[in-house]
């Protein structure tokens, strides 16, 4: 039932900041496990998915996001394009160790990125918190 839901909509762009925000929101909060793994499978099917404009996501963004995401093993991530082969592929890894300015000197002057930044923090109930920015 969800490859009919998820290949009879029409695709959405890779990076839309909606559709991604939605998607952590939803995992920060906790909703439904049912919900929750539906709009999680949803989301990375379409964003993987691409088949309109021709982009494609190798498997390398998807794991290193799902090794930041779940086993922290990474502080952000560099994504490019590469207009010949029309992929979307991991340009640099930050590790655990690395902070913000690190990310923004690892981002080239003259060229586009696109990024995914882990930012940790501790909140006014000094409960340490986490959360995954896209930065286009």
Request: hydrophobic fraction near 45%; glycine fraction near 2%.
């Amino acid at each position: 039932m969800i490859n009919q839901i998820l290949f009879k909509t029409p695709p959405l762009n890779l990076f839309s900041p909606i559709l991604f925000s939605t998607f952590l929101h939803l995992q920060e909060n906790k909703t439904s496990n049912f919900l929750s793994n539906l709009l999680a499978s949803f989301t990375m099917a379409m964003a993987f998915k691409m088949a309109t404009t021709g982009m494609w996501v190798t498997d390398e963004c998807k794991n290193s996001y799902m090794d930041m995401k779940w086993k922290k093993n990474h502080r952000y991530i560099v994504y490019k394009i590469d207009e010949k082969s029309r992929l979307v592929t991991v340009d640099k890894v930050g590790g655990p160790a690395e902070n913000y300015e690190d990310l923004a000197a690892a981002l080239p002057k003259d060229d586009c990125r696109y990024a995914v930044f882990d930012f940790d923090f501790v909140t006014v109930d000094n409960c340490r918190k986490s959360k995954i920015f896209f930065i286009a």
